[in-house]
């Protein structure tokens, strides 16, 4: 059996755990062997019912009310006991937050490696893996070993992808054994996001500010261009290093993957490191004084240019435009 | 209070990425090096909480001789000691690693030098593993949080705060504790001149890890890199649509073709 980790949320499992569960369904196929699942939290059943569509066979119900909020020591702990009872040949999940953790907490319980954003497994003996360095940017082949494989699975890398016959989901509940140090690390209080701003991550348009941008103040002509399209003002790791804005708007590998229709990246050379967070983008405009800069090879549009005569213009036409 | 941040050298790529011949590395011939920005952060966290509080600050890597750059980096910013673990500048995997910062951190402890928090970043920046911080905790029996973005130590307890799905997640854990934090946390200072020359003359305090795991007695280590790869880039070829003001309506039209212009 293969077993994934599935993150849910209002009884439904999160969009980069479906295309955990579309990877790992291809894989079972492959090895002609079944798809597992497990859940955590109250609304796990709810979300479990809905994995038949994606082939799941089986879905492990984690029963224990101490594990309601996110506890990542105790969730690992629980994962390594299921594994213990069940024997699966692979152990995956998304590589989200979570599912990073939980898995190398499993991993590490078991004494057994775990390799991170993976985008191809090649299975047999020995194991092997394409997984992501560099936030995306390289690709590593590697060897996997251990008597269960576990491994995350790249955001973004697969798209979900119903089977083409639905199963009927098998449901069982696990009881985990945990200690007290199991449970320290607990979700204590969370804070909700807050109403009405347009999110850098889900936003339509980002207009992206480089070291080109010259100053904190300057920002305001990216500030009203974002504005007029209902977007979000992105930034690069000098802007943020400068302190001329918050981290919360960096893009890139240290900071947001954005994947908006468009990517208006102005005086960003369009280093390595930030192309990774932004190349999910449908369309890059680049507004740049240099021809030759990086970037212009990842974008589809560009404008020569300095930016502070082009952005204002850029503005000045759209409401030209709304007027009349 | 004592603090022990552990950070990696890793090569500064710009634009573009060549490998070796064995495709094994980065060719780094034409680079820098650094660290990874959450690591920068989680020193400057480290030097925060010794000012707060008082105490001492170690930094550690294992890495090549060259990897003194970076713990002299860290030490010129305010950082009090550096352990270098040094190997042969073979990448270690993540199991081997934790394993070697484990030993580290045991032989501190046996000469009488405790740490109230191991601080590392979330993860690597070249090998991105997500790991040796959990690693590391587990097998200290210490508690362990990800993705810290926030932090307040008080009264022996940390409130760590990481972001989830646009707001926030609060943990709190009794000290002593594994933080693996995150850029944006804080933003480092950028080391003084004074601060460079005390830092050259600072001692680094060496020693030889040594690889004991692998095979039947010990845990599984790796994964074990076989080379490494370029991803298939899809390089369109740009179109320019103007140069300056003047490409302002070209742009406009753009912007209403893909629909992103409400009018
Ligand atoms: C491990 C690691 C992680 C990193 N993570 C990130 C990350 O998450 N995000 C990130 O962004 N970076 C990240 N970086 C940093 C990255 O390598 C670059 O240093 C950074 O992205 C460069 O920012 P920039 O393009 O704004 O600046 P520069 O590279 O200095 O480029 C400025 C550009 O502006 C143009 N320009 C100048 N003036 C004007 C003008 N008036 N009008 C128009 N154009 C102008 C120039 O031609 C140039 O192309 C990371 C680095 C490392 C080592
Ligand atoms: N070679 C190393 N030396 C010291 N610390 C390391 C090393 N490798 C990883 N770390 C630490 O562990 C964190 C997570 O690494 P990783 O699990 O490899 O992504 C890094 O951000 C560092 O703080």
């Keep these: 059996m293969i077993i994934t980790f599935v993150e849910h949320d209002g009884g439904r499992a999160d969009r980069s755990s479906l295309e955990a569960l579309t990877f790992a369904r291809r894989l079972a196929s492959g090895l002609g062997d079944s798809l597992g699942a497990v859940l955590f939290g109250p609304e796990a059943a709810a979300a479990a019912a809905g994995l038949g569509a994606y082939g799941v066979t089986e879905a492990h119900l984690v029963d224990d009310s101490r594990l309601d909020a996110y506890a990542p020591a105790a969730w690992g702990r629980s994962l390594a006991g299921l594994v213990g009872t069940t024997s699966p040949a692979i152990v995956l999940a998304a590589g989200t937050d979570r599912g990073q953790e939980v898995l190398a907490y ?10 991170a954003n993976c985008i191809e497994v090649r299975p047999g003996e020995p ?3 394409t997984r992501q360095r560099w936030g995306g940017s390289l690709l590593e082949e590697a060897r996997l070993d251990g008597a269960v494989r576990f491994l995350t ?15 009927t989901v098998r449901v069982a509940a696990f009881s985990p054994t945990l200690s007290e140090a199991d449970l320290r690390v607990r979700v204590v209080a969370r804070v909700a996001p807050e109403v009405g701003k347009v999110s850098l991550a889900d936003a339509r348009v980002v207009v992206g500010g480089g070291r080109g941008v010259g100053g904190a103040e300057a920002f305001s002509e990216l500030e009203e261009l974002a504005g007029l399209l209902h977007g979000a003002v992105g930034v690069s790791r000098v802007v943020t290093s400068a302190g001329w804005r918050p981290h919360s708007q960096q893009v890139g590998q240290t900071g947001t993957r954005i994947a908006p229709d468009i990517y208006i990246a102005c005086g960003i050379s369009g280093a390595i490191q930030h192309i990774v967070g932004c190349k999910a983008a449908k369309t890059i405009l680049a507004i740049n004084t240099d021809r030759e800069a990086p970037i212009m090879s990842r974008a589809a549009y560009a404008v020569i240019g300095d930016l502070h005569s082009v952005v204002p213009a850029l503005s000045a036409e759209i409401r030209r435009r709304q007027a009349s | ?19 070796s011949s064995d495709a094994r590395e980065i060719d780094t011939r034409y680079l820098g090096f650094t660290v990874s920005p959450h690591e920068e952060c989680a020193t400057e966290e480290a030097v925060r909480l010794i000012e707060a ?9 294992l890495g090549p001789e060259a990897a003194s750059d970076q713990l002299r980096a860290a030490m010129a910013i305010g950082i009090d000691r550096a352990i270098l673990l040094e190997t042969d500048g073979q990448d270690w995997d993540p199991v081997s690693t934790s394993v070697a910062i484990v030993d580290a951190i045991r032989a501190e402890a046996a000469a009488g030098v405790s740490y109230d928090l191991l601080l590392f970043g979330n993860e690597a920046a070249d090998s991105g593993d997500f790991q040796v911080a959990i690693r590391v905790a587990l097998a200290l029996g210490l508690p362990c949080i990800n993705g810290v973005k926030s932090l307040a130590v008080k009264d022996g307890v940390a409130t760590a705060r990481r972001e989830a799905g646009g707001g ?24 003084s001149v004074p601060g460079r020359l005390r830092a050259k003359k600072k001692e680094i305090e060496r020693s030889v890890p040594v690889a004991r795991l692998v095979g039947a007695m010990g845990p599984a280590a790796g994964p074990e890199k076989i080379r490494l790869r ?7 070829r740009v179109e320019i649509l103007g140069t300056g003001a003047e490409a302002a309506p070209a742009v406009v039209d753009l912007l209403e073709r893909i629909g992103v212009l409400a009018r």
């Design chain 1, 153 to 167: 699975i790249a955001e973004h890398a697969t798209q979900p992808e119903e089977a083409v016959a639905p199963s």
């Design chain 2, 168 to 191: 926030w997640e609060v943990f709190e854990v009794p000290l002593p504790a594994v933080l693996a934090v995150r850029e944006g946390i804080n933003l480092p200072r950028y080391p």
């Design chain 2, 53 to 61: 509080n008082g105490g001492s600050s170690t930094v550690l890597t």
């Design chain 1, 106 to 115: 499993a991993a590490a319980m078991l004494d057994t490696p775990m390799a």
């Design chain 2, 230 to 236: 370029l991803p298939a880039e899809t390089e369109g």
């Design chain 1, 127 to 129: 194991f092997e893996v």
């Design chain 2, 1 to 19: 209070m004592n603090v022990l941040v552990c950070v990696k050298r890793v090569p500064e790529t710009g634009g573009r990425v060549t490998l």
